[in-house]
């Protein structure tokens, strides 16, 4: 967000890419862009999901990449299908689930300030109420 300037063509349909590295596992980096404001919302539905102790699985908004969220334990298995090879991490799931909290948060500040753009109010409570429902096991 940092570097965008300007209005957006369609708050709707935000491109972008989104930096997630986990472990020293990079998941997601620029080479997998697509419409950022939908891909936080599948992966806040992921983790929800698999908080929940169940396996969820979509596609990336705008390209036939798959992701997966797998619940094992107090982790989620996280993998992005894409090629020559799929990316997988193994993650705390309260860890996890605090980090894109936070980083959901700090994107809707950002977000905010645009013209229509989502603050992923809806997916902001789902993650907290999933985190709270983790802490009080």
């Known amino acids: 967000m940092a570097e965008f300037n300007g209005p957006l063509d369609d708050p709707h349909y935000i491109d972008g890419a989104i930096s997630l590295i986990i472990d020293g596992v990079e998941l997601l980096g620029t080479e997998l862009w ?7 919302c599948y992966i806040a539905n992921g983790l929800v999901e698999a908080a929940g102790g169940r396996t969820f699985s979509t596609y990336f908004p705008d ?3 798959q992701i997966s969220f797998t619940p094992l ?9 894409c090629d020559p090879f799929p990316k997988s991490v193994l993650v705390n799931l309260q860890t996890i689930l605090n980090a894109v909290l936070r980083h959901m948060d700090d994107l809707a500040d950002e977000f905010g300030k645009l013209d229509g753009a989502t603050t992923f109010a809806p997916e902001r409570q789902e993650l907290r109420s999933a985190l709270a429902c983790l802490r009080n096991g």
Do not use: A, E, F, T
């Not at 697509?34 to 936080?40: A, F």
């Open 73 to 81: 334990g107090d982790n989620v298995k996280i993998i992005i299908d």
């Open 34 to 40: 697509d419409l950022v404001d939908q891909l936080w």
């Open 63 to 65: 390209q036939p990449l």
